[in-house]
């Protein structure tokens, strides 16, 4: 192949790669992205017809594909730039053999990339990167001994290469050698103090043999000695999901110890209200206010979240003022939650809402939360044609909006008596996927397809249970819906609600006052024990560690 040609179509492909590093996730970005992706394949593809012999071109092109996630086609080029690469060429048949290794590894077709691997080690036996890749592949297999044998190799020729030391913690934890994973573990710590991985690496060890709280101080070493591109701060917020409390107590062992650095109060706030514990996240935020750790305006805006889920409209109110106050420029989503406090601190007086609503509106015309704010309040006072065209222009925007094809559907159905035209909307909702957050089995309700409703409710629950009970809360809400609360304290409606207040669910606005179409505790609360519930569960609702 021409060596300029050569030189150009990968000078192109860099700029492909370094575009998306720093790209933003909006659909124009995406599409530009795929523009160009095209562009460097045409190119590709051009020469490759013209010169299908350029096994330098070919190989150029399948790591193309496999970046661009077109693996079989990517392998498919590796296959027949092997067979092209003359015998002398080792180096490249090498790096032929790892690409194809990459591809199997993908695909979790550990067998083929073994057999891959070991092509490559008879053309390149000290190669670390084919050592490294047989060892991970061969973990994968359960074949520990070959693991180690491969790791501990790189170690004799790379003795500080803590990616190694990684997996041989991971080996021994798979022989049940606890105290040998550990000090794999502890060594790279001592070695790279500064360095975020080898904390995150530790966690995971440490996670693997179920000591969860260390696991999560690691991880928040890890977040505190260097950036690593928010690795640690999304492992934290996954491990949150299945340990929550060892996760919690960990963010207040490190606020305790450094009260001055406001990261460890706001995390655990953010953990926190992903968790609907808005008692224990308002507890953090107000330490952050007393302590003026933080000078921004989100910490306001959150407490006010928080207050707003307690039901403590005033103080939600007092502290959304000064988040809209130091933010400044007009900031919609603040407006949104304005206009919801007001709504409900004054019971369905919406003057002020509809206010802060159009701000909203003037400054995001298609903002979603404020479209369907508005519609909900519009519907407060019997005003259904103007909710319906609220609702036609989110949908509009956003064709398949989960709650706005169920609103619109709502409206149409027990407002303006068009059942059929309301239909329309109830099935495109049930065509979406059964994720809890498309509402799906809601819209099958109003179809009159109970027994799949049922069957959504118990899909979100065995999907992933999270602490603070939401997926409960949604299924309860679904089953009070189809009539499950009338039938008795023996329903799996009243067990999907005791399940979310026991799981921590600290919404008292979503339980007590909330009546938007859908997902609400209306028809529930007509269930003679519902208050019991409650009162058992007041914990939830208050301000604590």
């Known amino acids: 192949m021409n060596n300029r040609i050569y030189s150009l179509l990968i000078a192109f492909a860099l700029t492909v790669t370094a575009f998306a590093a720093f790209a933003q996730t ?22 490759l017809q013209d010169n299908p012999a350029d096994y330098n071109a070919r190989f150029a092109r399948a790591n193309q594909l496999f970046y661009n996630g077109d693996y079989n086609r990517a392998l498919e080029d590796a296959k027949i730039t092997l067979e092209q690469i003359p015998q002398k060429e080792k180096d490249l048949k090498v790096e032929t053999l790892l690409l194809m290794a990459k591809i199997y590894d993908h695909n979790s077709n550990y067998a083929d990339e073994i057999s891959t691997l070991r092509q490559a080690a008879e053309l390149n036996p000290k190669s670390l990167a084919v050592i490294d890749m047989l060892g991970k592949a061969s973990y994968h297999v359960k074949d520990y001994n070959a693991a180690e044998k491969n790791f501990q190799t790189i170690l004799r020729e790379s003795p500080m290469n803590y990616d190694a030391m990684y997996w041989m913690g991971k080996v021994e934890v798979k022989r049940n050698k606890f105290p040998e994973a550990a000090q794999w573990a502890n060594k790279a710590v001592s070695l790279f103090t500064a360095d975020p991985q080898v904390y995150i690496n530790r966690a995971d060890l440490l996670n693997e043999m179920q000591q969860y709280e260390p696991a999560a101080q690691d991880l928040i070493s890890a977040m505190s000695v260097g950036d690593d591109e928010g690795r640690s701060l999304r492992a934290l917020f996954a491990m949150s999901d299945t340990h929550y409390d060892e996760v919690m107590a960990a963010l207040a062992s490190s606020a305790d110890k450094a009260p001055q650095v406001g990261m460890f109060q706001y995390v655990r706030a953010q953990i926190a209200m992903r968790h609907h514990h808005y008692g224990q996240a308002l507890n953090n935020l107000r330490a952050i206010i007393a302590g003026d750790l933080y000078n921004y305006h989100t910490i306001e805006f959150n407490t006010a ?26 900031t919609p989503e603040y407006l949104v939650l304005r206009a919801q406090i007001e709504r409900f601190r004054n019971n369905g007086k919406t003057d002020k809402a509809l206010e802060n609503l159009n701000l909203a509106l003037k400054t995001e015309p298609n ?19 103007d909710a319906l065209e609220c609702a036609n222009t989110l949908l509009q925007a956003y064709p398949t909006h989960p709650e706005g094809l169920l609103l619109r559907g709502w409206i149409y159905k027990y407002r303006l008596n068009q059942p059929a035209v309301a239909k329309a909307d109830f099935q495109q909702a049930a065509n979406a996927d059964d994720q809890m957050y498309f509402l799906r089995g809601f819209a099958l309700h109003e179809l009159g397809r109970e027994e799949d409703a049922r069957q959504w409710a118990r899909q979100i629950i065995e999907k992933g249970i999270l602490p603070g009970g939401e997926c409960y809360f949604v299924a309860a809400a679904l089953l009070s819906d189809i009539g499950e609360f009338e039938a008795g304290d023996k329903t799996q409606a009243i067990n999907y609600l005791r399940s979310a207040l026991a799981n921590g669910y600290g919404s008292r606005h979503e339980l007590l006052r909330n009546e938007d179409p859908y997902v609400n505790m209306k028809l529930a609360r007509r269930y003679s024990d519902f208050q019991t519930l409650i009162d058992q569960n007041t914990f939830n609702f208050q301000e604590r560690r």
Request: glycine share 2%.
């Open 26 to 47: 909006s659909d124009e970005d995406e599409r530009l992205r795929q523009k160009m992706q095209s562009a460097v394949m045409q190119v590709y593809d051009q020469h």
């Open 367 to 385: 903002n979603a939360d404020a479209l369907l704010t508005k519609a909900r309040l519009l519907l407060d006072q019997r005003k259904d044609n």
């Open 305 to 330: 979240r928080c207050l707003f889920h307690l039901s403590d409209y005033d103080e939600a109110l007092k502290y959304v003022d000064i988040a809209i106050a130091k933010a400044g420029a007009v």
